[in-house]
């Protein structure tokens, strides 16, 4: 098969089409013939040299991906080799084939073309645990994300409305702000030109927000604290502001606030298929009757993987980039 490599970290031309052994299914695991993948800033950090992969995971890159079931490993029940898929991947995701532990499967939702059910896996996973799973975000509560136009962003948006709660986005422009409002966000704020803390304490009546979604981490930290209501839940997914910031406890104790910090990728497998379970239960059906739905700013070659990063690296994009395979 045909994946993309990295001989050697760098930028975007670092991503190498390059004949590859196929992979074999083991012991609980699908062979997946992947028909798309995405860019998630994870691929990104790890072109870069900065990301590894975790033991046991494969060495290219992709962390969803979207296709059919080719082969069964021992083991496997309850899929056949023909049914078409989408999974969270610890890696491999930008090849033409992807061994997947079957825990990790998802079915493509009703409605949603194979292709574009490769922008689900990893943005709905994250959303779910942490907004809903950790943070425990309930209706009429108010839920702030950080990036509202990007792929987590646009997702977090729907499942908090789908739930009931008031969300208020982030984003660098008029354009994207749109975006979001479209999708349902209620509260726009423009962080090149508004400060966050006080337009969400204004559009609250002094309240905070609830619980807050961040991709900035260090960068943010004080000021999310700042931002956040009487026993609010600061959930922390991402580094792209920085990993060491100062935090106020004091601060932190008079609010009785909670910080968590989380990724996907190295949980071990048990963890991982119980946040899939949970996503299926809860999510998929949202997805099948058309209330939540991908949001894909653009697809490119799998092969030409590096456009994608590029659109990604530019922060242009809304939702998710998708790579497509041959």
């Known amino acids: 098969m045909y994946a993309i490599t990295i001989p050697e970290p760098g930028g975007p031309e670092a991503l190498v089409w390059d004949e590859v052994p196929d992979p ?25 040299g900065f990301y590894d992969p975790p033991p046991g995971a494969s060495a290219y890159p992709g962390l969803e991906c979207s296709g059919r079931i080719a082969a069964l490993g021992p083991g496997v029940s309850g899929w056949s080799v023909g049914d078409e898929v989408c999974a969270l991947l610890a890696g491999g995701g930008y090849a033409e084939k992807v061994a997947v532990p079957a825990g990790q499967l998802l079915p493509v939702p009703k409605g949603v073309i ?45 499942l908090a409305k789908a739930v009931g709660a008031k969300v208020a986005v982030t984003a660098g422009s008029a354009e994207k702000l749109e975006r979001c409002a479209e999708l349902g966000a209620d509260i726009l704020v423009n962080y090149r030109e508004q400060d966050f803390v006080a337009e969400v304490h204004k559009a609250t009546d002094g309240a905070g927000a609830d619980v807050i979604l961040d991709n900035m981490s260090a960068k943010y930290l004080d000021r999310n604290i700042q931002a956040l209501a009487v026993s609010g839940r600061l959930a922390i997914i991402g580094m792209q502001g920085g990993v060491k910031g100062e935090l106020n406890i004091g601060a932190l104790m008079r609010k009785r606030a909670a910080v968590t910090a989380t990724s996907l990728r190295a949980r071990p497998l048990e963890e991982k298929a119980a946040v899939v379970a949970a996503v299926r239960e809860h999510v998929w059906p949202l997805l099948d009757a058309g209330h939540v739905r991908p949001v894909v700013d653009s697809e490119v070659p799998l092969s030409d993987a590096a456009a994608g990063h590029r659109r990604v690296e530019e922060s242009g994009h809304v939702g998710k980039v998708l790579l497509v395979a041959p």
Do not use: K, Y
Not at 28 to 33: A, C
């Open 24 to 48: 074999v299914p083991g012991p609980g695991e699908v062979l997946v013939e992947v028909a798309a993948t995405a860019v998630n800033r994870a691929d990104i950090l790890q072109r870069q």
């Open 114 to 158: 194979l292709t574009r059910a490769a922008a689900l896996p990893e943005v709905v996973c994250t959303v779910w645990s942490n907004v809903f799973m950790i943070s425990h975000l309930r209706p009429g509560e108010t839920l702030l994300v950080h990036g509202g136009s990007s792929g987590i962003g646009t997702m977090a948006v729907q």
